[in-house]
């Protein structure tokens, strides 16, 4: 699919299948009345691709021209997660929840969260720390939870020890296991274990640096409803309910 705005105003959203596809798009007439600047200015085109698969962008047909643009810097916020953080259940690119929070409090969101990973091995751990960030959040406890409690310890209490004492002077975010799987289904109860020993360690390894905050993962996704029909990642709602309360916890503490 494919995103149009005109500066931080939605135009138009298409839906498109394999093969090319050329789109038509027209500025709404009531933007020649817009005065403010927010973070783009209203005559600049945005067109923003989602896709979990390639893209070839061909280029733009008729009177647009290409003008240099400056970014306002923006703090950065690096993340690290399951697919939980990188989006899987958003309606599209733009509503993860490590998006919204970003959004709502004007943090560019540097997220280097993989479906399907997450194990905190050294080497992803090396890269994290070549990262040039202002603040960071992990989310680590969910696809390593069904390990023997030795590797969570090992791979989880490691990598949340080495990162806290690389970075002593910058704020760190770490949040629980998230609600899921068997904290709303009877199908999946060997996750009540695995959830609280993720928990546990996450828990009893951060509280010992004064740089870093917890977050309370049932917190963070506080209702079942927020939840996909996989009972583990949240739905489009859910995403966004998580992430309004994901700032509302950041900015408490930045």
């Known amino acids: 699919s494919v995103v149009v705005y005109s500066g931080d105003y939605q135009v138009a959203h298409y839906n498109s299948s394999e093969g090319r596809r050329e789109f038509k798009v027209k500025r709404n007439s009531a933007l020649k009345g817009v005065k403010s600047v927010n973070r783009f200015p209203h005559n600049m085109w945005r067109i923003v691709p989602v896709s979990n698969t390639p893209i070839t962008f061909y280029g733009l047909k008729d009177s647009v021209q290409a003008l240099p643009f400056k970014y306002e810097e923006k703090p950065i916020m690096l993340a690290y997660g399951s697919s939980i953080s990188q989006g899987s259940g958003a309606p599209c690119g733009l509503f993860p929840y490590l998006e919204v929070a970003g959004n709502i409090i004007g943090y560019q969101v540097k997220n280097k969260a993989i479906a399907g990973g997450c194990f905190c091995e050294k080497e992803m751990l090396e890269y994290l720390k070549s990262e040039s960030f202002d603040v960071a959040y992990f989310e680590l406890g969910t696809n390593i939870a069904n390990r023997p409690i030795k590797v969570i310890k090992e791979r989880v209490g490691e990598f949340i020890d080495d990162f806290c004492k690389s970075f ?19 199908f999946s109860m060997d996750y009540k274990r695995n959830f609280a020993n993720s928990r546990k360690v996450i828990t009893q390894t951060a509280k010992k640096y004064a740089n870093v905050h917890l977050i ?8 079942d409803y927020y939840m996909s029909a996989d009972l583990l990642h949240p739905s489009g709602f859910g995403h966004i309910m998580m992430g309004t309360y994901l700032a509302n916890k950041l900015r408490k503490h930045l």
């Open 216 to 223: 309370n993962g049932h917190e963070l996704c506080k209702k």
């Open 168 to 186: 002593p002077n910058k704020k760190l975010f770490f949040t629980t296991p998230v609600r899921g799987l068997s904290d709303i289904s009877e």
